[in-house]
């Protein structure tokens, strides 16, 4: 969107960053009187790694969500808890590794106090910066319906987007002349627009005039995209479809490479964890070890999903369900294994065999699939990729086992096929194991 939202993307990292400096080198004044002399050269290297793993700590811990980016007790909840991780991690850094040159026992507890300090100032005057309504851009929305009073909403409610939504009444947004006079009369920079009226010529004609004054056009498919980072179904066609879902062979390939290694390596790793849970499965109840599902891949083309057996042996005599978040069909044992997902770890072969990625959608049942194609449109999209052991719709939407939730889901799922990248993919991982120990839905 704007360049200001763009640039303090990049500047949130690079404060944390300077941030971390200036507490070390306070920490250091501290510990030396005011006296550091080679003290600061003999810190700077070993801490940049340490540093660089407390950026990583933050991005997990959802530090740089602009969605979460307010001034609220559980911002700097959550910004203790990385706090506390990091401290602990660099404690550990030091202490195992003292070939590096230094043991900052002193240091490292006064760069503690002061990297909290320094921290929590910061954050709070740049979260107060980009929620100021003073630098706010004005923001016409247009469009009715679930999709566009959920655009509204997230903009209201998360001024840290850089936005201040305008009301026009119904007749000033139907008629394009009244519309260009509101928007001069209060100075509107931004004006998203349903897929629609981009068709209008004669509105199009209108807006091209206002684009030398400054004012941006957004369509509502992309404000969707950089905002609740998910594509507006409702505002979706074919057209769109043949222009943003094209195939990405290189990352495919290249992706497929990486996790064939990857997966043999951890299913080597994990094997005897993995005998342990069969054991314990066998002794807790009754029936098989594994338990497979057929699924529905890439291409449409079913296979075999596996997993640790979590429910009895009946849970389907009355043929297939939606599984929920509390289901009464699930073992003792399975309770912690759908918990921890190790219920998950068989799957390793899927990833190994080709007919799963680690990041995609979730591969759902041919039952299920043939029903909610039939109800939701464009819901065979999800086919144009792998289907993954985790994705963008698990990480960003609660446990669903309705069509709304499918609906929903299935927005994301088109965000992540659109968007997939190596970036994109670690963002999804790191979010995963992040929902792991936070359960934020």
């Known amino acids: 969107m704007s360049v200001k939202r763009y640039i303090s993307a990049f500047l949130l990292p690079l404060g944390d960053l300077a941030a971390f400096y200036v507490a070390l080198l306070a920490a250091i004044y501290i510990r030396t009187g005011g006296r550091p002399d080679h003290a600061i050269e003999a810190h700077v ?35 203790g808890l990385a706090w506390a991780v990091s401290m602990a991690l660099s404690l550990g850094f030091f202490y195992a590794l003292p070939s590096i040159g230094i043991a900052p026992k002193t240091t490292l507890l006064l760069f503690g106090a002061t990297s909290l300090i320094v921290l929590t100032e910061w ?48 007749h000033v947004a139907d008629n394009p002349k009244d519309l260009i006079q509101y928007i001069r009369q209060h100075n509107i920079e931004t004006l ?86 069969a054991l314990l499965i066998k002794l807790t109840s009754p029936g098989p070890i594994l338990y497979s599902q057929i699924r529905v891949g890439r291409g449409g083309k079913t296979f075999k999903l596996y997993k640790f057996r979590s429910m009895r042996t009946d849970a389907e005599k ?13 073992t003792h044992f399975g309770k912690f294994l759908r918990a921890s997902h190790i219920d998950e770890f068989p ?56 069509i709304e939730d499918s609906y929903q889901k299935l927005q994301y799922d088109l965000f992540y096929i659109k968007n997939r990248s190596l970036i994109l993919d670690i963002a999804i991982a790191l979010k995963t194991i992040r929902n792991f120990f936070v359960n934020e839905k």
């Open 192 to 277: 998203v627009i349903p897929s629609h009226l981009k068709k209008d010529s004669y509105l199009a004609s209108v807006l091209y005039q206002e684009l030398q004054r400054g004012l941006q056009v957004v369509d509502a498919v992309r404000f969707g995209e950089l905002t609740v980072k998910k594509i507006l179904l409702s505002e979706v066609e074919h057209s769109w479809l043949l222009d943003n879902l094209s195939a990405v062979r290189f990352y495919d390939d290249l992706k497929r490479g990486l996790e064939f290694i990857t997966a043999i390596i951890l299913q080597v790793l994990l094997l005897p964890l993995e005998l342990v849970v």
């Open 45 to 79: 290297t070993p801490f940049a790694g340490v540093f660089a793993a407390w950026l990583l700590i933050f991005f997990i811990a959802g530090l740089y969500d602009r969605r979460k980016l307010r001034n609220t007790l559980d911002f700097y909840k959550t910004l």
């Open 347 to 402: 799957q390793l072969w899927n990833v190994i065999r080709g007919e799963l990625s680690f990041i995609g959608p979730r591969p759902e049942r041919p039952e299920f699939v043939k029903e909610l194609s039939q109800k939701i449109p464009f819901f065979e999209a999800r086919n144009l990729v792998l289907p993954g052991i985790s994705g963008w719709a698990q990480t960003n939407y609660r446990y669903g086992a309705t």
């Open 123 to 170: 954050r709070r005057q740049f979260n107060r910066a980009i929620s100021s309504s003073n630098s706010a851009a004005k923001l016409i929305i247009l469009g009715d319906g679930p999709s566009f009073d959920e655009l509204r909403s997230s903009v209201q409610s998360n001024p840290q987007f850089g936005f201040r939504l305008m009301e026009c009444a119904p």
């Open 318 to 330: 009355d043929g297939a369900q939606w599984s929920t978040t509390n289901d009464s069909r699930v």
